[in-house]
């Protein structure tokens, strides 16, 4: 069958990219965008920016950037707005998160010091750490969402903005599973007038996107728009969605070391991995109830990677640890060690020791670029719901009920890749190549 592409409409006008919160991730992202667009850095890291796709056979010698095979907003028509409990300006609050220096934000203080975040929706029984005042009141959560609804349409108004995407890049909240009233859109919509506890803000501010018609990412591990009320609202309002859970740091390394172990068929007895990070994620993750959200995202990696069930000799019974301890000295500076047992030919043991001083909202930032262009797109090209195709960018994919989660970075990424040729009508690779040899 001749693969004929999608109907994709242009990327004119402004995009306005809304961020829910206004720390460490997101001015290092917003700084970044305005510096990229001065000419003052790359955007390194960036598969939107910096990448190629292959088309056709190896030796059509075809390979375009990506961002001049789909049509992606420019950088420069995005406008940035935010939310959070705290008033401080992007400027100041890339000041005190202190990834970037001085130097470099002072370049850009005038479009950091004009992005002041809006009142927040927020709870301290969700994320207790915080204490912050830029707050919004309601007399339940659907009035909260619809503060949220009035600030969507306000801020597109305001800022001649063609299309909207929403990225959460807040703090992680408490532990909270799926229950009763996250199963259907009405009875959600009943329990945010309940102000039912288990609604936590993160989904009201995915409630309000998904209303308005604005593609939601979510880059923490809590699980906003991960229930079947949102995901249905999502497919009903044809609007996408993804998460959860940016694959940065340890998990990014797990996810392509653990792919090349199993391709050996080297076996598996141990990983353990910890962490010391001393920013506010740190500070918020230092909370065991916070902290449970986020091992249950690190945790379930290795389980579908080496996928024990259909390897018991190999993975069948091997331990996996994950620690983060808060240690301010470091800042956003996170070190994370990894110590992996594995062994070989006869059942020969051998270790793995990763020591990677990464920088969170380094990694952090350029998916948050990539995450914001391509819910764009995706929402242009008429896709609708779960982005499954952009598990590359996370640690905990989210996916259609009943399938298991891809994390194999390689996979993620021919899934991506082949996903941006069917849009376009070009054929898929499959690295099969015999035709080399005919
Ligand atoms: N940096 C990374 O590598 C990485 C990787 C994966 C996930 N994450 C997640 O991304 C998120 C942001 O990380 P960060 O380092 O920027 O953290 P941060 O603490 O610097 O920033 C989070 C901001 O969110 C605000 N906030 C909290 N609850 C809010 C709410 N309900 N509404 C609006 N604002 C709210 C906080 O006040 C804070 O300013 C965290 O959840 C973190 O776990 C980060």
């Not at 059509?60 to 707005?81: C, H, M, Q, T, Y």
């Not at 948050?368 to 242009?380: E, G, T, V």
Request: proline fraction near 5%; charge should be negative.
């Amino acid at each position: 069958m001749i693969n004929k592409g999608v109907k994709i409409a242009p990327a004119s006008g402004k995009l306005g990219v809304l961020l829910v919160g206004l720390g460490a991730v997101s001015t290092t992202f917003v700084a970044g965008v305005e510096a990229i667009k001065r000419g003052l850095a790359a955007p390194v890291g960036s598969l939107t920016q910096m990448g190629t796709i292959r088309l056709g056979k190896r030796t059509d010698n075809r390979s375009p950037k990506i961002k001049d095979f789909v049509p992606l907003a420019e950088l420069d028509d995005i406008v940035f707005g935010a939310w959070d409990i705290f008033a401080d300006s992007a400027f100041d609050a890339a000041m005190n998160a202190g990834v970037l220096e001085k130097d470099l934000l002072n370049q850009v203080s005038e479009q950091l010091a004009s992005l002041k975040p809006m009142p927040a929706v927020f709870e301290q029984n969700y994320v207790k750490r915080l204490h912050g005042e830029n707050i919004k009141t309601g007399r339940n959560k659907m009035e909260l969402a619809e503060r949220l609804i009035e600030d969507i349409a306000k801020f597109k108004l305001d800022n001649n903005c063609d299309r909207l995407v929403m990225v959460w890049a807040a703090s992680t909240e408490i532990f909270l599973e799926p229950i009763a009233i996250h199963q259907s859109l009405d009875v959600f919509e009943k329990a945010l007038y309940d102000n039912d506890p288990a609604i936590a803000p993160s989904m009201i501010y995915a409630y309000a996107a998904l209303k308005s018609g604005v593609p939601f990412a979510n880059g923490a591990p809590n699980l906003s728009v991960d229930i079947p009320a949102l995901t249905a609202l999502a497919e009903q309002n044809r609007v996408p969605i993804c998460g959860k859970d940016f694959k940065t740091g340890q998990t990014l390394m797990k996810t392509i070391l653990a792919p090349g172990l199993k391709s050996r068929m080297l076996g598996l007895e141990g990983w353990y991995s910890t962490n010391i990070l001393g920013n506010r994620d740190g500070e918020v993750l230092d909370d065991p109830e916070a902290f449970r959200t986020k091992e249950e995202s690190k945790l379930s990696v290795l389980e579908h990677i080496f996928q024990p069930e259909v390897y018991p000799d190999l993975y069948g019974n091997f331990s996996h640890v994950v620690r983060i301890n808060y240690y301010p000295p470091r800042g956003d500076n996170k070190e994370g060690w990894d110590n992996i047992d594995i062994f070989g030919w006869l059942g020969y043991k051998m270790q793995i020791k990763i020591d990677f001083l990464c920088r969170d909202s380094i990694l952090a930032a350029p998916l948050c670029l990539d995450l914001a262009l391509f819910m764009d797109l995706a929402q242009r090209a008429g896709m609708k719901g779960v982005q499954e195709w952009l598990s590359f960018y996370f640690k905990s994919p989210q996916t259609a009920p009943d399938l298991y989660p891809e994390h194999d970075i390689f996979i993620q990424l021919m899934k991506l890749k082949n996903t941006l040729r069917n849009m376009k009508g070009e054929d898929l690779i499959t690295h099969l190549g015999l035709e080399y040899y005919d």
